[in-house]
């Protein structure tokens, strides 16, 4: 008599999540996203020019201006130096949130891409990962190539800095799930101003520009409470060599606030998906 059985399904998760919610498939949306963006590779140049025009203002401008600033360790950097590792993290930061934001809202809500990939052996962990991965290659590239204008200005220092790279990797995973899961309570474009209002001043306050000293003693708390702030302290270190144990606290930040945006994106496109 012969019988026959589905094979054994492999890997961890998919031997502990359902079907219905993970299918091992998270590839296949980095695929089309691959495919879809083909025709429109200057989209990518936007994550990218806007800090480097930054970091070239600085070094022909105002870093000018400034002789030296106080950096990890206490040792007197440029202010190009200071400035750039921060750049570096912003830049991860914002092409992972353009993503994770803009373009998984439209998708969500006027296409409904997502109801139709459901429709296929795909489940919502498999959407919020692929989406997620999308993002975080996004902010490798960006990360990649800004890597490499510091090398060519002179600002890479230490070999240390070359983690620089998988730390803005990190980042940009962080940033991509927490940006992902708020993106699902969005309702209409208007509403992105409210991401704006999240990312701007933390772009501004996260020690990018200046020292974590010159601000009072009650807002150094609440600028040690952001996100970019940790992304910014990781790179900053790791860019001139300067280690110590506040890193493992920085990392573990972000571990936690990508594995929280994980969780919290494949709940919310579970409840919104297969309601």
């Not at 949306?29 to 970091?55: D, K, N, Q, T």
């Not at 007197?76 to 570096?88: G, N, R, W």
């Not at 919502?124 to 890597?147: K, M, N, Q, S, T």
């Not at 708390?221 to 890193?247: I, K, T």
Request: proline share 7%; with cysteine.
């Amino acid at each position: 008599m012969v019988t026959t059985e589905a094979p054994a399904r492999g890997g961890l998760l998919l031997r502990i999540l359902p079907p219905s919610l993970y299918a091992g498939r998270a590839s296949a949306l980095v695929e089309r996203s691959a495919l879809a963006y083909s025709r429109a590779w200057l989209v990518f140049l936007s994550g990218f020019l806007e800090p480097l025009f930054y970091l070239l203002a600085f070094q022909i401008g105002f870093g000018k201006l400034v002789s030296e600033v106080t950096g990890p360790g206490g040792q007197p950097l440029s202010y190009v130096a200071f400035v750039a590792p921060a750049l570096l993290a912003a830049s991860a930061m914002n092409g992972a949130v353009f993503d994770s934001t803009y373009g998984v809202f439209f998708k969500f809500r006027y296409p409904k891409t997502y109801d139709a990939m459901l429709a296929t052996p795909i489940g919502p962990l498999d959407i919020a990962l692929g989406e997620i991965a999308w993002a975080v290659l996004r902010g490798g590239l960006y990360a990649l190539a800004f890597f490499g204008v510091m090398s060519v200005l002179g600002l890479v220092a230490s070999p240390w800095a070359l983690l620089l790279v998988p730390t803005a990797l990190l980042v940009s995973f962080a940033f991509a799930a927490v940006g992902m899961a708020c993106t699902t309570f969005l309702r209409s474009p208007s509403q992105f101003d409210y991401i704006n209002l999240a990312v701007m001043p933390m772009f501004f306050f996260s020690t990018t520009f200046y020292p974590l000293s010159v601000y009072p003693e009650p807002l150094q708390y609440a600028v040690q409470c952001l996100p970019l702030y940790h992304a910014v302290e990781l790179m900053r270190g790791f860019s001139v060599g300067v280690l110590d144990v506040s890193m493992i606290g920085h990392v573990a930040y972000l571990v936690v606030l990508a594995v929280a945006g994980v969780h919290w994106a494949s709940r919310r496109l579970s409840g919104l998906l297969l309601r």
